[in-house]
């Protein structure tokens, strides 16, 4: 089977983006995104596990029963979490306390649950890996643009650098998440949906175009 | 018995068993090797105190799950706001600093705040010199506690302020006076952090 490289990545970056499109992962997404840069880290964390656990799942989708997937997912998906944590602990431990209780929390994110369920046990190695990686991609990209926008206006500051004494506070408030998020959510299916549409506009053209020019051949036959 | 064996049950049980095998297996390998000791938590809190770990003494050192609790030095300040000190350390050298780790209670959704507090003689008095976070259960709003608000902590005379009951208290700081936020809970875990210390050095360092 071909690996589509690109539909998987545009996949897992935008179409099915998982924090604006299928608003997964959403305990993270709204707690750690008080700084960007707990976006990118968190991002980077959920980009291994999410490699990992698709590449063993996809490993022995053969083996693992229909019947008990879910409860082998779940225990290959806490291995990882549990490597990582350790990891961090041991060569990282300031991120490891910046991300405190929502590197654990990883084992139960819908997205990581979901990439396995419904593409790794059924594609590919290669493939669910590449879904892995676009996928903690989109995660991280939405994690890390609701991180700067909320330091920004709620701490006057970007990526941890002072840029001026203005603030909102509500923004690094749990309110101010969910509002940020809120916006971006619409926002992304604003754009999506414009994007949809001139793609349907220009297949809509196409096709009378071609019925157009069927029409002349005949007229001319 | 080799419809056993062939049976579904027993291809899930086997699975599963295996799948827990491996990854026990690998897990307990990496515990071992990336197991990080007392010793060099300490070590690291040190460097991040100092920029580098200087010679210490262990004076306390007790284990933050609820059994060796009994063994911290705790302090209850009116009833409601408290904290304990679970680990002292006694830097040998040049220096008389104390650097202590502290639990204030009483935070954001019942939660507390875990403090490094570096303590320093100066003169022949005691001065707290540095308050780094170690550590935070339930709180939500830390980022809104940044390094300005730590330097708030920074006395010249620890026994003096205990002489004069003056304790720590969020309610002081306008700007955190933020009761939908929780912030204001969780400078006050901070605070009674802070305030064990002033009671420890008040009571054993007149």
Known sequence: MKTNVKKIAMDGVITQNPTFKLVLGTCPTLALTTAAMNGIYMGMAVIFVLICSNVLISLLRKIIPNQVRIPAFVLIIATFVTVVRLLLDYFLPDLNDVLGLYLPLIVVNCIILARAESFASKNTVLASALDGLFTGIGFMIGLTVLGLVREILGQGAAFGLKLWSFKIEFFSSPAGAFFTYGVFIALFSFISSLIEKKRKLKLYAKLIESKQQNNTETECE | ?206
């Open chain 2, 1 to 206: 018995m080799n419809k056993i064996f062939k049976s579904t049950w027993f291809k899930c049980i086997t699975v599963l068993l295996l799948i827990m095998a491996i990854a026990g297996g690998l897990l307990a390998v990496l515990n071992d090797l990336l197991f990080v000791s007392p010793e060099e938590r300490a070590s690291r809190a040190m460097k991040k105190i100092y920029g580098y770990t200087p010679e210490y003494q262990t004076v306390l050192d007790v284990d933050s799950d609820d059994d060796s609790l009994n063994d911290a030095i705790v302090y209850d300040f009116d009833g409601v706001n408290k904290g304990y000190i679970n680990k002292i350390y006694a830097i040998s050298g040049q220096t008389d600093d104390l650097v202590f780790q502290t639990v204030g209670e009483n935070g954001f959704k019942g939660g507390n705040i875990t403090l490094w507090i570096k303590v320093v003689k100066r003169n022949n008095k005691y001065a707290i010199d540095k308050v780094i976070l170690s550590g935070y259960t339930k709180q939500t709003l830390m980022s809104m506690l940044d390094s300005n608000f730590y330097k708030g902590f920074y006395l010249t005379d620890v026994t003096k302020e205990y002489n004069n009951g003056n304790l720590f208290t969020a309610k002081g700081d306008s700007k955190l006076l933020n009761p939908v936020s929780g912030a204001t809970k969780s400078a006050t875990a901070a605070s009674n952090a802070v305030n064990c210390v002033i009671g420890y050095i008040g009571e054993n360092y007149q």
